[in-house]
């Protein structure tokens, strides 16, 4: 499998798609060579057998972390929205979602 | 303790910059003035800091003073200036993770770390330079400009904390706080002379860092010495309820194990696959005498197989990119930080893309999209799936061989510092710096790196890495300190001490 | 109603075609603070005032756990007959949108805490047939509620047509638990009924344990509706979609009812039914487009590193299951043999939504017949006619029990008592108080009756003079006039037996 993998630009414009993230016609080609580069090199983990070897998700062997629901302090808005890049009203302004009709 | 040299208080540890103030020969305030006026005078040329803070590292400063003024008993770092990586939240204070996407981005809440730092009467000075996100070896993905290595200022300071550590190296500040990923403590450890360690797993609250890959990451210190860096893991160390994966059991003694240096009828272990080929033959050199003091001082050595080790930098350059694709979706422009063409036309869509693509480098960008397709359907069992497996075998390969052995060692990096632009084209020649440092990352356990001499080709500092058991971080203090004191007898000093004049 | 060419009925639709249901619903959890901060997590606070570092998704923030949102999933996978797992994980589901503070939802996928498990849901037809339909539950889980949009700008507030959106995140990381069917075959005509009772059974269930308010007009009970149709006698199983904005149980019916039409109309006239997301109208009963499903988000789902692996002790599991209230089911049950109803009855009190009014109010004091009739009847027609909950009347079982008891008592008639509760849901205070301001007692001194009597007989004279001939059934004019006169407040009975005195007639 490894010596076939291969990205074209289009894969990575979906790739770029999903990760909303514009992308010129040249970085499209440019990334696809050095990721296909990448991916030839991580693909080596298929090398090893491993079909009982169950997967980890956390280094440590911990189960049940958890807290008791009590309201504890926030933010105030003040704080929250200072950062902002758009605020209106006491809101987060976001540009419109969808195209006009 | 009034041996420190007043008119040099910047060559001084953070053991003994502690000492002095407690004892009343030198102020908080005055220490933090010297580290001030050192980054004046050398930061233009290395480009450690992002951000200095004159005001608040004075008014700390102050406020130990007077703790100690009106009687107090303070902890064993009170007044000790810190440098933090920029990845850590402080209120108020520019926070980037060296990241366009974040330029001036004031958070509202402070990290654990700085909760820490704060507890301890250390002093903040300022947040250091790192490579964008994290992802990096070299610091050269900062989206703020490199830092340059002290020794070389041709050269890297290692990555992705490689501000820290040259702001310690530079004796800008004797103490440092980074995170380790895949090795971005140790490798800059190594390739600037200094001590870095990497604790285990949970044992530093990661609330309020900047995530890169949740389960990988890990807050530690940076320091000239052994004795430093265990006095600030034993403040930075310990269970916060904030993080989940927090460790609730008490910090190791890495203080009374930096004391002890005794290796006397340790069992040591050798990585095979972490040594020979693939290593610069002066770093190889070094660590074989690294080796060789220890066995000298009492420790059994022997070769053991981390056979899966094999597989590691193909396993971590699959979880990673994959965590860190989903923990940097939130950079959207939509509630902090940068926003780029909301002209009132754009939909969200357009202005969430607008913005990612022109706040997040290169590095970030492939690593994002490498991470998306190891994600996607029809490709997760084989890539993300299959990576975490492989990491289980790692670290079943860790747990037998701490079976055998009480630490393991490797060289930290598989070469001294480059020059800069030297492995920028070649993405996975940059991810081979971490080929040492990753096993560790992945398996959630321990690491130090400590400074073992400069190899003879290139006149460079060379790190050893000492690797334990998670929850044994003491043993890495141990071991660590045993090097140290053998190698300071040898050389009258420690190895930073050489480093050029800036 | 659309039409799409050939304008098959229902009947026609279900002739042809079997329907295949399945039910997504999410249920928001009445805990003090949210999933995974520990903000408030109360309804009609200020904007952004309920927010911290996590919830709002700042760089650096981190998730732990709501302890009582993991054992309220467990109650309901026990009430719903579920397996808890032994270990289960939180997963990221990856998806851009400016409610989402990460752009991912930590929810879980492949490790649901509660799994296969079912409910028996009791379905009366209109002939008064009923069936039980076991319904199959796929899995219970945990995820966070996304913040709230407010669209800018557009004619109607809503999204098509705005120039912006506001960002409200309050509502971001409450605990959602999403409850969701497997395939429901087998229904049939009665696919609407069965929707909508297996809605408001659910209800029953978790409204019991005490976990949410579960009310679909606050939002906290949602249901998504799935729907596809499968031509009889073939194995193929059709394209579903997916119905959402069902704010009612009756908008369950109606949603169902309508798709079952649509679909069947587009497979008849030999199109395909495109599987996307619709939008319910509630003016219009009809469903619309919404965004296309095949353009599907890939969610990339993988396990949650933030958050730690969640094994409930079974000594805990058991304990939790020991303290659960009587399955609703059987309350029913039990109840409906109380009060000696008939199936169809009993169904009719609970698909009005009005079975715990009905026993708060048989509570208060009043007979069951009473609270039933008040309840279904003419309550039930008022909110209707205003578009609320029942429970939403301003009128409590207190009040409906009083009510009762004075038409118990001949103090008030129906016809009187209807004005008392018109006078309560007016904020006139009391029943008591609006007898009195409004002076709706019936009249029991015969003296005013009467003397109404003279008046009526007097202004009747040909009337009068039928009753004395034989024909007693003409004295409903003369009753009628002194009803009219005494402005209902009279008995009629009483008056009738007065006039029949009065005139010495027998009845």
Known sequence: MSSQTSISPQQVAHLAHLARMNLTDDELIRYAGQLDHILHAVARVGEVAADDVPAMSHPQPMVNVWRADVVTPGLSAEDVLAGAPAAEDERFRVPRILDGE | MSTIDRTNLTRVSAAGLAAAIAAGDVTALEVTNEHLARIDEVDPAIHAFLHIDYDGARAQAAAVDAKLAAGQT?????????????????????????????????????????????????VILGKTNMDEFAMGSSTEHSGYGPTRNPWDLERIPGGSGGGSAAAVAAFEAPLGVGTDTGGSIRQPGAVTGTVGVKPTYGGVSRYGLIALASSLDQAGPVARTVMDAALL????????????????????????AARRGDVRGMKIGLVRQLMGEGYQAGVSQRFDEAVDILRELGADVVEVSCPNFEYALAAYYLILPSEASSNLARFDGMRFGLRVGDDGDANVEQVMSATRAAGFGDEVKRRIMLGTYALSSGYYDAYYGQAQKVRTLIANDFAAAFEQVDVLLSPTAPTTAFKFGEKLEDPVAMYLNDIATI??????????????????????????????????DDRLYNVGAAVENALVDKWGHHLIEEAPAL | MTTTGTDLTYDDAIAAYDPLLGFEVHVELSTNSKMFCGCPTE??????????????????????????????????????????????????????????????????????????GYLDVDVVDDDGNHQVVRVEIERVHMEEDTGKLLHTGGDTGRIHGADYSLVDYNRAGVPLIEIVTKTVPGTGALAPEVGRAYVIALREVVKSLGVSDVRMEQGSLRCDANISLMPKGSPEWGTRTETKNVNSFRSVERALRSEIIRQANVLATGGTVVQETRHFQETTGDTTSGRIKSDAEDYRYFPEPDLIPIAPDADWIEELRAGLPEAPGLRIARLQQDWALSDFDMASVINAGALDLVIATIAQGADHAA????????????????????????????????????????????????????????????????????GLAVVSDDGPLLAAIDEAVAANPDIVERITGGKPQAAGVIVGAVMKATRGQADAGRVRALLFEKLGVSE
Not at chain 2, 235 to 256: K, Q
């Open chain 2, 74 to 122: 303070l902890g064993p770092l009170a007044g000790v200036p810190v440098a933090l990586k920029d990845v850590f939240t402080q209120v108020g204070i520019p926070t980037t993770a060296g990241s366009r996407v974040l330029e001036g981005w004031r958070p509202p809440y402070d990290s654990g770390v700085v909760d820490r730092l704060r507890a301890a009467d250390c």
């Open chain 2, 233 to 256: 893991h034993a403040a930075l160390g310990g269970h916060d309820a904030r993080d989940s994966t927090s460790i609730a059991a008490p910090v190791p003694d890495v203080v009374a």
């Open chain 2, 439 to 472: 096993p560790v990352n992945l398996a959630g356990n321990c690491a130090m790196s400590v400074p073992i001499g400069l190899a003879p080709e290139d006149g460079l500092p060379v790190g050893l890495q000492i690797m334990a058991p998670s929850m044994a």
């Open chain 3, 43 to 116: 309804f009609g606070a200020a904007p952004n005032t309920q927010v911290c570092p996590t919830c709002v998704g700042l760089p650096g923030s981190l998730p732990v756990v709501n302890q009582v949102a993991v054992e309220s999933t467990i109650k309901i996978g026990l009430a719903l007959n579920c397996e808890i797992a032994s270990w289960c994980r939180f997963a990221r589901k990856n998806y851009f949108y400016p409610d989402m503070p990460k752009d991912y939802q930590i929810s879980q996928y492949d490790e649901p805490l509660c799994s296969n």
């Open chain 3, 371 to 438: 609270a039933r009739k008040w309840w279904l009847g003419e309550l039930t027609r008022i909110a209707n006619s205003d578009g609320v909950a029942l429970e939403d009347l301003a009128i409590n079982p207190a009040q409906v029990a009083r009510v009762a008891e004075l038409v118990e008592t001949g103090s008030l008639n129906d016809k009187l008592a209807r004005k008392v509760i018109e006078g309560v849901l007016a904020g006139e205070g009391e029943p008591d108080a609006v007898v009195e301001s409004r």
